[in-house]
């Protein structure tokens, strides 16, 4: 099992120049891990395949900003054919703008979006239109990012329903698109499409499989260019009149959850399931309901297929209803839901969302003339939530406080807070993880018609990472003169019980370095701010670490483990000073402890929910990382190469072909930047093994197309420079 000290259980040794010579090797530069120039932030950057200015429709970006200071927002529109242009807008300190698409790129378009900025900022794309019986409005947020695979549960083409899938080609380099299409047995249909460098396509389901399917999607794109994809759909049925619109999925997931949902009367909710897998899933549904009380419903979908589940039927009618899918498989969920008097005539429809959060924000909302809007919470946890909603309107907030009951839904209207005539954005705020969505109605009195629907964002005060090419990984007692060594590097795995002072991590992050905090999750260490809490509850403690006296093996299953890294150590973390992420370690005790395995990705996702902003870096953990890839945002791969072994006190030189082919598995499915640790001698340097080390590093970037930062050390964690790291 790996372990990475830190200076309080470690003498760290001082930082050593050390001159390697790669004179006899060949130097191969394999695309995506050393490009000539980078910028390790990336832009916060937000993605919308589906838009048009067709004839009777009205195309709308919200923006929005809740941070205290201006930001400037960069905009790319993307139509069918012909070059992309751009455009800027500014949003206020604490507040929204709105752009009219159809007046920016003129009548007749279809038309796809990125919206960037160097400053976080959240997005929403309304859309109006007035065609004949299919009268009605959608609404989807952002995308992050672009990715080679998204899936879709819902989809229909019965009588009088359209359905269309909308790819965006955000890239330099044109795509290959391939949508396979699912029902209830399996694959129906499969379309192709080419969509240009920064366009987009759009693929006629009905064309493919006919009428009256219930379809399912797998998108992909099988040249491996990052595309976006959503899918729209339109009916002029009996009974169904409007349009909905939402974001595809990029990859499966064991758990998704739904805030809105509604039986009142004139409304029929559904949730849809789709299996991508090989094998059959079970699912669990469980519905939260108003009063406080819940139901259960379970759905078993074969491989390749989907199933719906009729939420009127299964809780009755008039009730406000909030849902938490849970799967041992993955899975993947959105919840249509239909509208006929005496309610708003529409629909819409929202992706699952796959972790809840503290923090969210919307970027639409309106209360002007025959506007309702209605921001809908759900509290999938075992304790009541206090939760704040702030409505940015006019640069000021205006605050409403909301209890919401353990295992309930609870439902804010803003017209009782601002009253009528105010376009604003939202934030929420909880203290507790919750779902958010927020349902805006076009009553009578609107210039328009319908309704929409869309969750809030909860990755947008969430550093991007961009460029990562030279990484420092170092634990040891630092100081002010080691910021001008630590800022050459893109990003930096520290202990913060190590920081000289509170400036420390902030200097290094203003000057452009990643912080990443180090956090031991799989074990409690006898020297961290939290052990007087392990000391109450001596039955989080296993065993101890037989290589390091001082570190007991953690019971990962016990929820006062997940309390004392939730509510003591990441706080904790936080006061010693500015952090980016965690970095966090010894996530593979599971390999010691399998029966730990569930512990851990539920730990994994419960540091997510409560602490949006950060990313997160598990090291290792193979065991368990198809089931936390949807919640972290880099990997760290410590002895990919080489590594210290105990038993003969000696570093060795060992690959694990069974790591790489998991990593390479779960790159394929979420695009994450690789940060690569090894172990060897430093004094004196071992210079053979290292060049051996970078150069199969490279060798395991170029095989798996993944982006990857190499660095090596000893096992006492010191700083040695290596002159063929291409530092900032």
């Known amino acids: 099992m790996t372990r990475a000290r830190g200076s309080a259980l470690a003498r760290a040794l001082p930082a050593l120049l050390v001159l390697l010579v790669l004179a006899a090797m060949p130097v191969r530069h ?43 927002v960069g905009l790319e529109y993307m139509l069918e054919a012909g070059e992309p242009w751009a455009a800027t807008v500014i949003i206020p300190a604490l507040s929204r703008a709105t752009v009219d698409v159809n007046a920016e790129v003129g009548p007749g378009h279809d038309v796809s979006v990125r919206a960037h900025s160097d400053s976080p900022f959240t997005a929403e794309r309304p859309v109006y239109f007035g065609e004949g019986g299919s009268a009605g409005s959608s609404c989807a947020g952002g995308v992050p ?24 080609n955000p890239g330099a380099s044109g795509a290959v698109v391939e949508a396979e299409l699912c029902d209830g047995s399996g694959v129906v249909g499969t379309a192709g499409l080419e969509v240009p460098p920064r366009s987009r396509g759009t693929i006629d389901v009905g064309a493919v499989v006919g009428e009256g399917r219930e379809v399912a999607a797998r998108v992909r794109s099988t040249n491996g260019v990052p595309v976006v994809a959503e899918r729209s759909m339109y009916f002029d049925s009996p009974g169904f009149h409007g349009g909905h619109c939402s974001a595809g999925l990029p990859l499966a997931a064991s758990r998704f959850y739904f805030a809105e949902g509604s039986t009142r009367p004139g409304y029929q909710e559904y949730i849809c399931v789709f299996n991508p897998g090989g094998a059959q899933v079970t699912v669990d549904a469980e519905l939260l309901l108003d009063d406080g009380t819940s139901l259960r419903q379970q759905l078993t979908v074969p491989a390749g297929a989907r ?25 993947c969920a959105e919840r249509p839901m239909y509208s006929r008097p005496p309610a ?3 629909g819409h429809c929202s992706e699952g969302i796959l972790v809840a959060s503290r923090s969210w924000v919307f970027a639409e909302g309106t209360t002007r003339a025959g506007f309702r809007p209605l921001v809908c919470i759900g509290n999938p946890g075992d304790a009541a ?27 804010v209207d803003p017209v009782n807070v601002l009253g009528t005539g105010r376009d604003f954005s939202t934030l929420v705020e909880s203290t507790r993880p919750v779902v958010a969505e927020r349902v805006q109605y076009c009553e009578e009195g609107s210039a328009y018609s319908g309704a929409h629907c869309a969750a809030g964002d909860n990755t947008w005060e969430r550093g991007r990472f961009g460029d990562v090419r030279a990484y420092l990984n170092t634990y040891g007692e630092y100081a002010q003169s080691d910021l001008d060594d630590f800022e050459r590097f893109d990003a930096a795995v520290l202990d913060p019980y190590d920081y000289p002072d509170e400036s420390f991590s902030s200097t290094l992050i203003d000057r452009g370095t990643f912080v990443m905090a180090y956090i031991d999750v799989g074990e409690a260490e006898d020297v961290r701010h939290y052990w007087s809490e392990v000391q109450k509850h001596p039955e989080v403690i296993l065993a101890e670490n037989p290589d390091w006296p001082g570190c007991y093996y953690a019971d990962v299953n016990n929820p006062e483990w997940h309390r004392i890294i939730l509510e003591h150590e990441i706080p904790y973390l936080e006061s010693l000073g500015s952090l980016d992420g965690l970095c966090l370690d ?7 402890y399998p029966q730990l395995k569930p512990g851990m990705v539920s730990l994994m996702r419960e540091i997510r929910e409560w602490y949006p902003g950060l990313l997160l870096m598990p090291n290792r953990g193979f065991a368990v990382l198809p089931e936390m890839l949807p919640y972290i945002d880099a990997f760290k791969y410590e002895e990919l190469s080489s590594r210290y072994d105990f038993d003969s006190a000696s ?78």
Request: aromatic fraction near 12%; hydrophobic fraction near 40%.
């Open 586 to 592: 010894m996530v593979d005790v599971v390999d010691a």
């Open 30 to 72: 394999p695309t995506r891990v050393f490009a000539a120039e980078r910028d390790p932030r990336g832009p916060h950057e937000l993605f919308f395949a589906e838009g048009t200015t067709r004839e009777g429709y009205h195309e709308y970006l919200c923006l929005a900003n809740g941070a205290g200071s201006e930001v400037t």
């Open 307 to 331: 199933r719906t589940l009729d939420v009127n039927a299964a809780v009755g009618p008039g009730r406000d209803v909030s849902a938490v899918l849970t799967s041992e498989g993955t899975f």
């Open 344 to 346: 708003v005539e529409d």
């Open 145 to 168: 990012a672009a990715s080679e695979t998204w899936y879709f549960a819902e989809g229909y083409t019965g009588a009088g329903f359209r359905e269309y899938i909308c790819v965006q």
């Open 651 to 728: 570093y060795v030189y060992e690959e694990d072909e069974g790591e790489q082919a998991v990593l390479s598995e779960a790159l394929d499915r979420k695009d994450v930047p690789v940060m690569v640790l090894d172990h060897l001698e430093t004094v004196p340097p071992d210079n053979t093994m290292a060049s051996n080390d970078w150069y199969n590093c490279a060798e395991v970037a170029e095989r798996t197309g993944g982006r990857f930062a190499w660095y090596a050390n000893s096992v006492d964690q010191d700083r040695p420079y290596w002159l063929f790291i291409d530092y900032r």
């Open 385 to 411: 939530a206090e939760v704040t909603v702030e409505f940015l309107s006019d640069s000021a907030a205006v605050p409403v406080t909301v209890q919401v009951p353990a295992r309930a839904r609870s439902t």
